[in-house]
């Protein structure tokens, strides 16, 4: 938003064109006690001047009093489309005082997290036309999985619709199912429960550590029962779960664990790429991960078993080996070849992506490392973060500001979002609530705020977040 050149109704026409001059904009905003009332443009001034008005007139002889504003807090995208149309929009609180403005010269809003498309994206997209393979065939699906199993590390690689259905894969392609247990987070996207709830199984929600938001493997023996089949380890905004105790109470009680790397794409545990592990490892790249193909995922399998089921199921239940026959029921759960074409071009530049997360990261900690209101977030001992998301979490002491803290961010036009909310609160999962408490899942939801890690933000950019944030601590607390 812009610095607003503003003046009285009763000025005269001479001073409104001296701050337009000095603007550079050439356009002014006329204000009667502090309301904005009518707005002008030097060309108005101009056109005046031609129709006999003195420069000696007052402002509102010549003010155009049918102007178009929007109210403050409008969406960026409302904003976006408005501008469409007009070149300068005032922006305007309830009393109908002008607090803001923006051209279609200079907004721009700060995304959370923006896809970058500037390597081979378009080349291999018109390609897939060109050739006419742009649905589930071509050559695009197999390059994809080949050049993110030669990155992860891990040879059995299946590309998917979307993560969500890799979840649900690797569970059903695992046997989990009817009368099975699976024990998972009660801090992580939605998904996680959901693929646990669509294969028949039951979902036990268990608490995270209370300094890296991942699953609390201390829990996870006192929840084991002769029904459970399986761990979910979710590695969360791009730290990775501690999966060397998680692995070994896995093969104590001869459980499955299958790791969501949703968000950890770029992620290292022990100088291996997290989903090599687990006995299933699943991957999103919906338009806000560290690479995108609009919709997409990638199932990866320790065993070569697994991998051949959950490419049958995913593809109807078809026979491998004789076409329209169908061995199982299955999903159609497939990648088409436009998004692996995207995927491919995206997979080349990952180094260069996870380079600028971990750089973004960096900045942001040298602003905010010596503001004690704030918790950071960070490697570990063996865990390099891709840093996802830029997700701090405020003192317990200022956790009630965080929802006015996040409006006061979105209206300086910097998209953030809140921690997710714990799953055991909401209406559809209230039933698998535990008897033990989860206070650090309630904790964090509270007090977390993720912060924008677009590849391609600035320097001065990340500064203004960061400024604007502190900002917003201090009004709340002050």
């Known amino acids: 938003m812009n610095k607003i050149t503003s003046i009285d109704s009763n000025s005269i026409l001479k001073d409104a064109l001296s701050l337009m001059n000095k603007d550079g904009y050439g356009v002014c905003y006329v204000l009667q006690k502090n309301k904005l009332v009518g707005m002008m443009t030097d060309g108005d001034i101009r056109r005046s001047l031609l129709n006999g008005i003195s420069l000696t007139d007052k402002v509102k002889k010549?003010?155009?009093k049918n102007f178009f504003s929007l109210p403050l807090g409008t969406s960026t995208k409302k904003i976006q489309s408005s501008l469409e149309k007009y070149k300068f929009i005032p922006i305007i609180n309830e009393q109908g005082e002008l607090v803001s403005t923006v051209n279609n010269k200079s907004y721009h809003n700060i995304p959370l997290v923006q896809p970058l498309f500037n390597g081979n994206e378009k080349k291999y997209l018109t390609e897939c036309i060109e050739t006419g393979w742009i649905s589930s065939q071509g050559s695009f699906v197999s390059k994809f999985e080949k050049i993110f199993s030669e990155y992860s590390s891990s040879?059995?690689?299946?590309?998917?619709?979307?993560g969500t259905s890799a979840l649900h894969l690797a569970i059903c392609a695992l046997g989990i199912g009817k009368g099975d247990e699976v024990i998972i987070p009660d801090f992580?996207?939605?998904?996680?429960?959901n693929a646990v709830i669509y294969s028949g199984a039951k979902p036990i929600i268990i608490d995270v550590n209370r300094d890296d938001m991942t699953i609390d493997s201390s829990l996870i023996?006192?929840?084991i029962t002769k029904k459970t089949k399986a761990i979910i380890a979710v590695h969360l905004y791009g730290y990775s779960s501690d999966m060397q105790k998680i692995m070994k109470i896995a093969k104590k009680h001869k459980l499955y664990v299958i790791e969501d790397c949703a968000e950890a794409l770029g992620t290292f545990y022990k100088g291996k790429h997290v989903g090599t592990e687990g006995d299933a490892a699943t991957f999103s790249f919906f338009g806000n991960k560290t690479i995108s193909t609009g919709e997409g995922g990638m199932l990866q399998f320790k065993r070569k078993k697994h991998l051949n089921l959950a490419k049958k199921l995913r593809d109807h239940g078809m026979s491998q080996n004789k076409r329209y026959w169908h061995e199982e029921i299955g999903f159609n759960y497939r990648l088409t070849n436009l998004q692996s074409a995207v995927g491919v071009a995206q997979m080349e530049r990952i180094d260069f992506f996870v380079k600028r997360k971990r750089e973004i990261a960096k900045t942001y900690d040298s602003y905010l490392s010596a503001f004690d209101k704030l918790s950071?977030?960070?490697d570990g001992k063996y865990i390099k973060n891709s840093y996802w998301l830029y997700?701090?979490?405020l003192d317990e002491s200022i956790s009630i500001y965080r929802d006015k803290i996040i409006s006061f961010l979105t209206k300086s036009d910097i998209e953030v979002r809140p921690t997710f909310n714990p799953l055991h609160k909401m209406p559809p999962y209230i039933k698998y609530k535990p008897k033990n408490p989860l206070s650090n899942s309630v904790s964090f939801s509270k007090r977390g705020i993720s912060l924008p890690t677009s590849i391609n933000m600035t320097k001065e950019e990340i500064q203004f977040v960061c400024d604007r944030l502190v900002m917003a601590i201090h009004r709340c607390i002050n």
């Open 376 to 378: 950071l977030p960070k």
């Open 391 to 393: 997700t701090v979490l």
């Open 62 to 64: 010549v003010m155009n």
């Open 188 to 193: 992580t996207f939605a998904a996680v429960i």
């Open 155 to 162: 040879p059995n690689t299946l590309a998917v619709s979307n």
């Open 221 to 223: 023996e006192k929840n």
